[in-house]
């Protein structure tokens, strides 16, 4: 896949003196789906507002589809799509007439159809005459969506899109999303929930106090990092962990009811039939078995632990 938005080194220091984004280096592939997660304050609206122009970076290189985001900053805005954090629409406008100023905005020429495409794919053509104040936090959030999309961009930046909305709301949303990239556009999004990640991202990216820690395919991600845990319930409490068994590094759980065995899904040899053979020779019975994949969650818990 061909780099559309390429970031080399970027640094940023507010006049404050706060350095938020320390040597960021980031390639985002056209047409894909790209999560960046990062808790409060890692830096993911500030390079975010970098490579949109807003606030102009303190070092490094950012380039969209070529273009400078400096020295050629309207033909890389033009490319580029922003929906923001914060709601901020016209409250007394109607809904398709604040879509088609947005357009104007970029000097595009009119062209009514394309607005009613993003209208309809974003469920928003029924609401076309509302007024903004009368619509829904949600249906505003499509708003501002169908304003970004109205300059026709290859690249949609979708900061938070789902905070604040609710679970069936979210998922339509992430329709949206995989429309958009069937569409051919490339979405960066930045979310605090993992399970938005795990949902429609093709590569992750952890950022965490202004560096960013990795970017990875999701899938590799999870199975790179992933583990499994088996737990293993007994038929009767043990105080400890029987000698025989503690070359597995067993953790017991607190009510001795348990015994709970980690290993990697990668790896060739899981360990596990020996372990329940070692089980059996130390006289324990088991009572049952369940296992547990180990969610984007856990991963990115890890990451930022390792980093603190
Ligand atoms: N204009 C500013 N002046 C000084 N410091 C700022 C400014 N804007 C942001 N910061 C600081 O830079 C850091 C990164 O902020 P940023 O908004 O990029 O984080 P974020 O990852 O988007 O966080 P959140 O998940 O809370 O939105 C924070 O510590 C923030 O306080």
């Not at 992933?226 to 503690?246: F, S």
């Not at 990697?264 to 020996?274: N, Q």
């Amino acid at each position: 896949m061909p780099t559309v938005v390429s970031v080399e080194n970027v640094t940023k220091v507010y006049d404050s003196g706060f350095e938020a984004l320390k040597g960021v280096d980031l390639q985002i592939e056209e047409g894909e789906i790209l999560a960046l997660l990062g808790p409060n304050g890692a830096g993911k609206t500030t390079l975010i507002s970098t490579i949109c122009g807003i606030t102009t970076p303190s070092g490094g290189k950012i380039t969209v589809a070529g273009h400078d985001v400096i020295t050629d900053y309207r033909a890389a805005r033009s490319l580029i799509g922003l929906v923001p954090q914060e709601l901020s629409l016209e409250p007394f406008e109607k809904v398709m007439n604040t879509v088609k100023l947005s357009r104007g905005l970029f000097g595009k020429p009119k062209n009514d159809a394309y607005i009613e495409k993003i209208l309809h794919q974003l469920s928003l053509w029924d609401k076309r005459s509302a007024k903004v104040m009368e619509l829904s936090g949600g249906m505003k959030r499509r708003v501002l969506i169908a304003k970004a999309l109205s300059h026709e961009p290859r690249v949609l930046f979708l900061d938070e899109p789902t905070a604040g909305v609710d679970v069936e709301l979210r998922k339509d949303m992430w329709d949206v999303v995989a429309n958009l990239k069937a569409d051919g556009v490339t979405i960066i999004l930045t979310t605090h929930y993992i399970e938005e990640a795990e949902a429609i991202a093709d590569r992750v990216g952890v950022i965490n106090q202004g560096r960013i820690l990795l970017v990875e395919p999701k899938e590799d991600l999870m199975q790179r990092m992933g583990q499994k845990r088996l737990t293993i319930e007994l038929q009767d409490a043990v105080a400890n962990i029987p000698d025989a068994l503690a070359s597995y590094d067993l953790m017991r759980s607190g009510d001795g009811m348990a015994l709970i065995y980690s290993y990697e899904t990668t790896s060739s040899r899981t360990g596990i039939t020996t372990l329940l053979s070692d089980l059996q020779k130390a006289g324990l019975q088991m009572k049952d078995l369940q296992t547990r994949q180990s969610s984007l969650e856990d991963i990115f818990v890890d990451l930022v632990k390792e980093e603190a």
